[in-house]
Nanobody
Framework: VQLQASGGGLVQPGGSLRLSCVAS????????MGWFRQAPGKEREFVAS????????YYADSVEGRFTISREDAKNTVFLQMNSLKPDDTAVYYC?????????????WGQGTLVTVSS
């Protein structure tokens, strides 16, 4: 099993980034996918998730309305479109996978991609 996250980088406040996570080694369609993040000195926190069918999504209050999670099952890929970025969004972003959206944190994890929001 492998989850390869990419798309992080340095962006100015108010800017946008699109993260991608390509999965392999399991039946992608059957898995819920999610994004978590961990800022320096802080605990890992939930950002967004999407069920296997892609018909339902969930967001942390801190990113609701600014971030959009989506998936493209034909490419075994989940995306996180991040708009109106703030310095508080600076963190390492990780993708996760689990058959149950309630247990994402107990599933497979990617290696993370660093997002830095700074002027």
């Amino acid at each position: 099993v492998q989850l390869q996250a990419s798309g992080g980088g340095l962006v100015q406040p108010g800017g946008s980034l699109r993260l991608s996570c390509v999965a392999s080694g399991f039946t992608f369609d059957d898995y819920a996918m999610g994004w978590f993040r961990q800022a320096p000195g802080k605990e890992r926190e939930f950002v967004a998730s999407i069920i296997g069918s892609g018909t339902r999504t969930y967001y942390a209050d801190s990113v609701e309305g600014r971030f959009t999670i989506s998936r493209e099952d034909a490419k075994n890929t989940v995306f996180l479109q991040m708009n109106s970025l703030k310095p508080d969004d600076t963190a390492v972003y990780y993708c996760a996978a689990h058959p149950s959206i309630l247990n994402l944190s107990k599933g497979y994890w990617g290696q993370g991609t660093l997002v830095t929001v700074s002027s």
